[in-house]
């Protein structure tokens, strides 16, 4: 199985704030990567595919890059709505495997 | 608007089948394009892709369930079901249902999740 794995596994920010994520694969998995947002007690809601193109519907305050190991998801100015937990996923081979999740909560 | 409801037994007893259905609307499982998945998320824990199954019946699933999981797909009810058999505690979880994009293997629609509890 691909590993995945995210940094920060949490994270204190204002809004207004940048913030960014960071996911690294254990082995290349092209841009086969997605960013997911999780609220409490919700579904995941998908924001980000492809390594970078933006769902539709998604702010573009959202944005990802990278490829091959290395990806980003970076909020250009945090919004109240924007606390909760980001998961990145590789499509790439299954079983397709999710990272650990990183929380993101107000300071 | 596409919309995915899981549905099933909230508690199962250890030993048994965990049954669940996912059914779709808004778009048809047999006009193909989509993998049907299963993910679930333990308690206060992270995601956990179980397995997919396109319209034809193909399907892939995790390794680690491989022995104990089947899950089949009912076009003439736009549905599509997971069986996971011999459950444990570990089975544990909130079990999601999802659209999985056919190329990129993006999960665009979920449903809103179902605790499957397992315990005498």
């Known amino acids: 199985d691909i590993q995945m794995t995210q940094s920060p596994s949490s994270l204190s920010a204002s809004v207004g704030d940048r913030v960014t994520i960071t996911c690294r694969a254990n082995?290349?998995?092209?841009?086969?990567l997605n960013w997911y947002q999780q609220k409490p007690g919700k579904a995941p809601k998908l924001l980000i595919h492809t390594a970078s193109s933006l769902q539709s519907g998604v702010p573009p305050r959202f944005s990802g890059s990278g490829s091959g190991t290395d990806f980003t998801l970076t909020i250009s100015s945090l919004q109240p709505e924007d606390f909760a937990t980001y998961y990145c996923q590789q499509s790439y081979s299954t079983p397709y495997t999710f990272g650990q999740g990183s929380k993101l909560e107000i300071k | 608007q596409v919309q995915l409801q899981e549905s099933g037994p909230g508690l199962v007893k250890p030993s048994q089948t965990l049954s669940l259905t996912c059914t779709v609307s808004?778009?048809?499982?047999?006009?193909?394009?989509?993998?049907w998945t299963w993910v679930r998320q333990h308690p206060g824990k992270d995601l956990a892709w179980i397995g997919n199954?396109?319209?034809?019946?193909?399907?892939f699933s995790n390794p680690s369930l491989d022995s104990r999981l089947t899950i089949s797909v009912d076009t003439s009810k736009n549905q599509f079901s997971l069986k996971l058999s011999s459950v444990t505690a570990a089975d544990t979880a909130v079990y999601y249902c999802?659209?999985?994009?056919?190329?990129?293997?993006?999960?665009?629609?979920w449903g809103q999740g179902t605790l499957v509890t397992v315990s005498s």
């Open positions: 999802a659209r999985g994009g056919a190329t990129a293997g993006k999960l665009d629609y």
């Open positions: 082995q290349r998995i092209n841009s086969y």
């Open positions: 199954i396109y319209y034809t019946g193909t399907t």
């Open positions: 808004g778009v048809s499982i047999s006009s193909g394009g989509y993998y």
